[in-house]
């Protein structure tokens, strides 16, 4: 038996944990039984993770494989890892994902972690899993890092796989009614909207993004056939009514992606970058699907600073992207970044400024725009992550550490941010009072009156509203939950 974790405590949406369907795949069709626990909701993750570790002890796995992102995820994982080795100290340990890919030397370090795989994970599994029963040496597992005469060794790394039908999902792991989510924004009435992913990579430089230097700017497909097969039996088998394309780039082949679009017949909901979304005659093959909402990266109200994080599009494009989008009444989601290494708080406060400025295009459809702003995160990997510790952020020393960096909810100080508080302060007010031009709710109108009043003043000292009406907030959805 091999046990697969993953701790991803959502509050919202529910993802298949597809790094370890996948893995599991290949590990059943090598003759292994395989068990995947995953935690999916934030509120029950200390319930679930002592489920967790009692599995564990009751089932004597051949070894736990741990599916790990930067942030919550790894600070989580960290905690059940080392509490399952404290009481199985001959249980070992494995880490992939993204996070020990970047980090082997740190993860291989820790005291209960026993190995890491790097990169994609179906063959070297496979591979290790026969090395930890004696049929294979250690020393040929290609993209494996672990501690050998107690210090870190690393193997070379294990080439990108090419033929995705190789694997697929092993849904009969999971029960898939667990991840159907219900999908009623913008005028929307999904009831089982399922995220479901058909290439790997993408072919952009975004400087904030590990896969600018993890895939070369390679992309690799699903076949057409497979995906539309594989949606329709989902269709079939669990009544699943839209699709979250949660590709890194669905659109990095526009044409495959319509055929796969207009075969399945089911709404969807995708990631489309500013320069396609600037184009008139893609605008209208979106108005011609059934399209939900598209999610866009604007990252940026300053040229200057899109430049410099390498994301290949310009304020001109979003602006005109959303004109046309509003125009058409195509549902648009936006994310923002502020506080990249030489960011001027002039332009943080023009990126936010310039976001409301968009916001306006949709001033008969508010309820058809929404854009989040958070904070740029220096995750290990991306091409910004050696210029955020010239410019002095100092990375955590132990893994577990690494659950202070959540974009939204940050714990860390980025010594490059001038006036650090109030810029927290400012992406709080942002998150909070945005809201309220959908929900007319006298909180938040009163609140988005008083943030209209501080940015026009540009005074976000002394946040005495917010705090107490974060704290409010909280308290009232614990006894809500309870």
Same mark, same amino acid.
């Given at each position: 038996?091999?046990?697969?974790?993953?701790?991803?405590?959502?509050?919202?949406?529910?993802?298949?944990?597809?790094?370890?369907?996948? &893995?599991?795949?290949?590990?059943?069709?090598?003759?292994?039984? &395989?068990?995947?626990?995953?935690?999916?909701?934030?509120?029950?993750?200390?319930?679930?993770?002592?489920?967790?570790?009692?599995?564990?002890?009751?089932?004597?796995?051949?070894? &736990?494989?741990?599916?790990?992102?930067?942030?919550?995820?790894?600070?989580?994982?960290?905690?059940?890892?080392?509490?399952?080795?404290?009481?199985n100290a001959e249980t070992p340990i494995v880490w992939g994902g993204v996070h020990p890919t970047v980090l082997p030397y740190q993860c291989v370090s820790?005291?209960?972690?026993?190995?890491?795989?790097?990169?994609?994970?179906?063959?070297?599994?496979?591979?290790?899993?026969?090395?930890?029963?004696?049929?294979?040496?250690?020393?040929?597992?290609?993209?494996?890092?672990?501690?050998?005469?107690?210090?870190?060794?690393?193997?070379?790394?294990?080439?990108?796989?090419?033929?995705?039908?190789?694997?697929?999902?092993?849904?009969?792991?999971?029960?898939?009614?667990?991840?159907?989510?219900?999908?009623?924004e913008y005028g929307a009435n999904s009831k089982r909207m399922i995220s479901y992913i058909t290439s790997r990579g993408c072919p952009y430089r975004c400087?904030?993004?590990?896969?600018?230097?993890?895939?070369?700017?390679?992309?690799?497909?699903?076949? &057409?056939?497979?995906?539309?097969?594989?949606?329709?039996?989902?269709?079939?088998?669990?009544?699943?009514?839209?699709?979250?394309?949660?590709?890194?780039?669905?659109?990095?082949?526009?044409?495959?992606?319509?055929?796969?679009?207009?075969?399945?017949?089911?709404?969807?909901?995708?990631?489309?970058?500013?320069?396609?979304?600037?184009?008139?005659?893609?605008?209208?093959? @979106?108005?011609?699907?059934?399209?939900?909402?598209?999610?866009?990266?604007?990252?940026?109200?300053s040229d200057r600073i899109l430049q410099y994080i390498k994301k290949g599009i310009t304020v001109a494009q979003t602006e005109m992207a959303t004109k046309?989008?509003?125009?058409?009444?195509?549902?648009?989601?936006?994310?923002?970044?502020?506080?990249?290494?030489?960011?001027?708080?002039?332009?943080?406060?023009?990126?936010?400024?310039?976001?409301?400025?968009?916001?306006?295009?949709?001033?008969?459809?508010?309820?058809?725009?929404?854009?989040?702003?958070?904070?740029? @995160?220096?995750?290990?990997?991306?091409?910004?992550?050696?210029?955020?510790?010239?410019?002095?952020?100092?990375?955590?020393?132990?893994?577990?550490?690494?659950?202070?960096?959540?974009?939204?909810?940050?714990?860390?100080?980025?010594?490059?941010?001038?006036?650090?508080?109030?810029?927290?302060?400012?992406?709080?007010?942002?998150?909070?009072?945005?809201?309220?031009?959908?929900?007319?709710?006298?909180?938040?109108?009163?609140?988005?009156?008083?943030?209209?009043?501080?940015?026009?003043?540009?005074?976000?000292?002394?946040?005495?509203?917010?705090?107490?009406?974060?704290?409010?907030?909280?308290?009232?959805?614990?006894?809500?939950?309870?």
């Amino acid at each position: 038996m091999i046990i697969l974790v993953k701790i991803d405590a959502y509050d919202n949406i529910k993802y298949p944990p597809y790094g370890l369907l996948y &893995v599991a795949d290949s590990l059943e069709k090598a003759g292994y039984e &395989v068990q995947i626990l995953h935690n999916t909701y934030l509120y029950s993750l200390n319930n679930d993770l002592k489920k967790f570790e009692k599995v564990v002890e009751k089932e004597d796995p051949l070894f &736990v494989g741990f599916s790990v992102n930067t942030g919550r995820s790894t600070t989580q994982t960290a905690i059940l890892s080392e509490s399952i080795k404290n009481n199985n100290a001959e249980t070992p340990i494995v880490w992939g994902g993204v996070h020990p890919t970047v980090l082997p030397y740190q993860c291989v370090s820790e005291n209960y972690i026993d190995y890491v795989v790097m990169g994609e994970g179906e063959e070297a599994t496979v591979e290790l899993a026969q090395a930890i029963e004696g049929k294979r040496d250690i020393n040929s597992v290609r993209g494996l890092a672990y501690t050998r005469n107690n210090r870190p060794a690393i193997n070379p790394a294990r080439p990108k796989i090419e033929e995705l039908d190789k694997y697929r999902p092993a849904w009969h792991l999971i029960d898939i009614r667990r991840y159907l989510n219900k999908y009623q924004e913008y005028g929307a009435n999904s009831k089982r909207m399922i995220s479901y992913i058909t290439s790997r990579g993408c072919p952009y430089r975004c400087a904030f993004c590990y896969l600018a230097l993890d895939n070369n700017r390679h992309m690799r497909y699903h076949s &057409v056939e497979r995906v539309i097969s594989e949606i329709k039996q989902l269709k079939d088998d669990y009544g699943v009514d839209a699709i979250w394309f949660n590709d890194d780039n669905f659109f990095a082949n526009a044409k495959r992606a319509f055929n796969i679009i207009h075969s399945i017949d089911l709404p969807w909901f995708g990631e489309v970058r500013i320069d396609r979304l600037a184009d008139e005659r893609f605008i209208n093959k @979106l108005r011609e699907s059934q399209c939900m909402c598209v999610m866009s990266g604007a990252e940026s109200g300053s040229d200057r600073i899109l430049q410099y994080i390498k994301k290949g599009i310009t304020v001109a494009q979003t602006e005109m992207a959303t004109k046309m989008m509003a125009k058409y009444r195509i549902p648009a989601t936006y994310s923002f970044m502020i506080g990249f290494p030489s960011e001027t708080w002039d332009e943080i406060i023009h990126t936010v400024r310039f976001n409301h400025k968009l916001e306006e295009y949709y001033s008969d459809t508010p309820e058809l725009f929404h854009s989040r702003i958070g904070f740029y @995160l220096p995750y290990p990997g991306a091409p910004l992550y050696d210029i955020a510790i010239e410019h002095g952020f100092q990375p955590p020393a132990k893994t577990i550490d690494w659950g202070r960096l959540e974009r939204y909810e940050l714990d860390l100080d980025l010594p490059w941010i001038p006036e650090i508080k109030k810029v927290k302060t400012l992406v709080k007010y942002v998150m909070r009072a945005g809201r309220a031009r959908v929900y007319p709710r006298l909180d938040l109108k009163i609140l988005y009156m008083l943030y209209k009043y501080r940015l026009e003043k540009e005074n976000f000292g002394f946040p005495i509203e917010i705090e107490l009406y974060s704290f409010i907030v909280k308290k009232l959805a614990r006894m809500l939950k309870k």
